[in-house]
C-alpha cells in the first residue's frame, strides 16, 4: 500500500519556468492537500480539495494553481516560478469530514527555483 | 499574532527524562488539536488527538489540553533518542477541513 506519492522528489527551475508536482493516494480519500514548508514558518496551506471536482485556495495560494483530476491525483502548478517559491512542498490527503484532521503525507518535494 | 505558536527551541532533554512540548492558540473557537512529529527530511505523522479537556494518554505519549487557557501540551516520557524530532502542533476550529499547523519545537535527546 503506497499511500501518498508525489512526484518529483527534487526540481531545480529558473525563474519563470513552469512545472506540475504530480500527487497520488491510493487509500480512497476524499480530501487532498498541498502545503509548503519553510524555515520558521512551520507549513502552510497552499490549495485544498475537499472531494473530487472541488477546490479552495489556502494560506498562500499566489502563484499556484491546482487541478483535482479524480479522486486518486491532485496536482500542484507553478506556471512562472519565482524564487521566493523555493520550498519543500507536501502533498497529503485524510478521509474528510470529522477525520480531516488526521492528514497522511507523501514524501515531499524539494523545489528550488533560481 | 499567529494562530497557533510553539516555542521553536531546540529542546533538549537528557534520555529517560521527561519531554515537555507546549503550544499555544488564538482561536477560542477551536475544537480539535493534534500533534505531528517530523524527523528531518521526511513528512510529517499523526501522533497523537485531543479533542476534550484534560489528559489523553497513549504509551510513552500524554497530549494535555485546556480549552479556558488555549493550551495544549505533549509530554514524552522515558524520553529516547528516537524521540528526536521537530513536533509540530496543529489546531483545527471546526466548520472547515483546513488544519492550522504551529512553527514546530525541535525536540533533541541527549544520550
Known amino acids: 500500500n503506497a499511500g501518498v506519492t508525489q512526484t518529483p522528489k527534487f526540481q531545480v527551475l529558473k525563474t519563470g519556468q513552469s512545472m506540475t508536482l504530480q500527487c497520488a493516494q491510493d487509500m480512497n480519500h476524499n480530501s487532498m492537500y498541498w502545503y509548503r514548508q519553510d524555515p520558521g514558518m512551520g507549513l502552510r496551506l497552499i490549495y485544498y480539495s475537499a472531494s473530487e471536482g472541488t477546490t479552495d485556495k489556502g494560506e498562500v495560494p499566489n502563484g499556484y494553481n491546482v487541478s483535482r483530476l479524480n479522486k486518486r491525483e491532485f496536482s500542484l502548478r507553478l506556471e512562472s516560478a519565482a524564487p521566493s517559491q523555493t520550498s519543500v512542498y507536501f502533498c497529503?490527503?485524510?478521509?474528510?469530514?470529522?477525520?480531516?484532521?488526521?492528514?497522511?503525507f507523501g514524501s515531499g518535494t524539494q523545489l528550488s527555483v533560481l | 499574532q499567529k494562530e497557533v505558536e510553539q516555542n521553536s527551541g531546540p529542546l533538549s532533554v537528557p534520555e529517560g527524562a521527561i519531554a515537555s512540548l507546549n503550544c499555544t492558540y488564538s482561536?477560542?473557537?477551536?475544537?480539535?488539536f493534534f500533534w505531528y512529529r517530523q524527523y528531518s527530511g521526511k513528512s510529517p505523522e499523526l501522533i497523537m488527538s485531543i479533542y476534550s479537556n484534560g489528559d489523553k494518554e497513549d504509551g510513552r505519549f500524554t497530549a494535555q489540553l485546556n480549552k479556558a487557557s488555549q493550551y495544549v501540551s505533549l509530554l514524552i516520557r522515558d524520553s529516547q533518542p528516537s524521540d528526536s524530532a521537530t513536533y509540530l502542533c496543529?489546531?483545527?476550529?471546526?466548520?472547515?477541513?483546513?488544519?492550522?499547523f504551529g512553527t514546530g519545537t525541535r525536540l533533541t535527546i541527549i544520550p
Open positions: 497529503a490527503s485524510s478521509v474528510g469530514g470529522v477525520q480531516a484532521e488526521k492528514l497522511f
Open positions: 496543529a489546531v483545527n476550529n471546526g466548520g472547515n477541513e483546513k488544519l492550522t
Open positions: 482561536d477560542r473557537v477551536s475544537q480539535s
